[in-house]
Nanobody, 123 residues
């Protein structure tokens, strides 16, 4: 059974940083592209960042470009999201997801999802 478990969320002041982790119980973790999504209260879930299978290629939503960095450690079956210069509008539940398709922000192509971790940025 595949499981994705996010951690690292919390409360931080504007301008601060957080590092999210997502541990995957996928036997062939390196065969999946990974993504981070977020859902703010009253809004639809949106794409944040994606990374390819080897970790050599990444892409980001315009709203987080230059502030967030996605990375992965295939030896530890873990993907990370380093979030710097956080803003109140980054407040959301953050989800990691796994897909056999790289380069898309389309949620439907992601096969597995975590339960989410709350990030709250105070002004």
């Amino acid at each position: 059974q595949v499981q994705l478990v996010e951690s690292g969320g919390g409360l931080v002041q504007a301008g601060g940083s957080l590092r999210l982790s997502c541990a995957a119980s996928i036997r062939t973790f390196s065969s999946y592209a990974m993504g981070w999504f977020r859902q703010a209260p009253g809004k639809e879930r949106e794409f944040v960042a994606g990374i390819n299978r080897s970790g050599t290629s990444t892409y980001y939503a315009d709203s987080v470009k230059g502030r967030f960095t996605i990375s992965r450690d295939n030896a530890k079956n873990t993907v990370f999201l380093q979030m710097n210069s956080l803003k109140p509008e980054d407040t959301a539940v953050y989800y990691c997801a796994a897909s056999r398709v790289y380069g898309t922000s389309t949620q439907a192509v992601y096969d597995y999802w975590g339960q989410g971790t709350q990030v709250t940025v105070s002004s």
